[in-house]
């Protein structure tokens, strides 16, 4: 039995219904030129965080000792051998 109803929508339920106007080129290449200026800001921002991740590093690939005296590794502590204690005997009952 076919539907009966006023419409074919109800309330907030509606059908998806076609566009109005087909997709024109022009709007296809603003979308196109949008998304070569997105990828180009994306290229300038990386390149521009390599770059000052790599100046903020670069005093520590060029620096020296510290003044004074030169930085030399210090000599491995001796082991120490630490006896245990004598073992001591449960009281009997």
Sequence with gaps: MPHSGPSVSRGHLRLATLPAAPHRAERRLVLFVRAAAAA?????LTAAAWLSAALALAPLAF??????????????????????QPRRQALTR
């Design 40 to 44: 180009l800001a994306m290229l300038w």
């Design 63 to 84: 620096r020296r000792a510290p003044l004074g005296r030169r930085v030399s590794p210090m000599p491995p502590r001796e082991a120490r051998v630490i006896p245990f």
